[in-house]
């Protein structure tokens, strides 16, 4: 064998073999989600909306309960254990979103959690409240759907340049939000 067929052989091989660690490595087997991955995103925001909309449900069953005559004892055996329970699930679900979302969708996790902590009171105090938490889910809903959704490559500058100018809308549309609060 002469050494420049010795030499086409084992680039051949070397080739065969970076072919083949790439398809290994790119192999994810079903099922098996990865932190920080679309999917464990998709099932994060999905936990943690529908803890925010279970906890949403319960507050205004509270305060539908507070504002009926004699509602004191249906109030502290059903409502409150409801809505204790809803609120512990709503936290646990914003720290394990903490854990794999990018830091513009925590930020609206956390504007989401903080609107539904204040539903309290009954009356007018609860709509104004109510209305402030619809604002902040949709708010939350659109940033997680834009994340989910738009995964710009690095050949795709357009795509790049769309999410930055996303960005920055969500950024001044969150301070605007800050500053009459």
């Given at each position: 064998?002469?050494?420049?067929?010795?030499?086409?052989?084992?680039?051949?091989?070397?080739?065969?073999?970076?072919?083949?660690?790439?398809?290994?490595?790119?192999?994810?087997?079903?099922?098996?989600?990865?932190?920080?991955?679309?999917?464990?995103?998709?099932?994060?925001?999905?936990?943690?909306?529908?803890?925010?909309?279970?906890?949403?449900?319960?507050?205004?069953?509270?305060?539908?309960?507070?504002?009926?005559?004699?509602?004191?004892?249906?109030?502290?055996?059903?409502?409150?254990?409801?809505?204790?329970?809803?609120?512990?699930?709503?936290?646990?679900?914003?720290?394990?979103?903490?854990?794999?979302?990018?830091?513009?969708?925590?930020?609206?996790?956390?504007?989401?959690?903080?609107?539904?902590?204040?539903?309290g009171g009954t009356?007018?105090?609860?709509?104004?409240?109510?209305?402030?938490?619809?604002?902040?889910?949709?708010?939350f809903l659109e940033?997680?759907?834009?994340?989910?959704?738009?995964?710009?490559?690095?050949?795709?500058?357009?795509?790049?340049?769309?999410?930055?100018t996303f960005r920055?809308?969500?950024?001044?549309?969150?301070?605007?939000?800050?500053?009459?609060?």
């Amino acid at each position: 064998m002469e050494l420049a067929s010795v030499g086409a052989a084992t680039a051949g091989v070397r080739a065969v073999g970076s072919v083949t660690t790439a398809l290994i490595g790119r192999y994810r087997p079903v099922g098996v989600v990865r932190v920080g991955s679309p999917e464990d995103r998709s099932q994060t925001y999905r936990r943690f909306i529908e803890a925010a909309a279970r906890f949403g449900l319960n507050a205004a069953w509270a305060a539908s309960a507070r504002e009926q005559p004699k509602s004191e004892e249906p109030f502290f055996k059903v409502v409150l254990p409801a809505l204790r329970a809803s609120g512990n699930e709503l936290v646990c679900a914003l720290f394990e979103l903490r854990l794999c979302a990018p830091v513009y969708v925590i930020g609206a996790a956390e504007k989401l959690a903080a609107a539904a902590s204040a539903l309290g009171g009954t009356g007018e105090e609860f709509k104004q409240a109510n209305a402030a938490y619809g604002q902040a889910e949709n708010a939350f809903l659109e940033v997680a759907r834009h994340d989910l959704n738009y995964h710009p490559k690095w050949w795709q500058p357009w795509r790049r340049q769309k999410e930055k100018t996303f960005r920055r809308k969500q950024e001044k549309a969150i301070s605007a939000q800050g500053s009459t609060a």
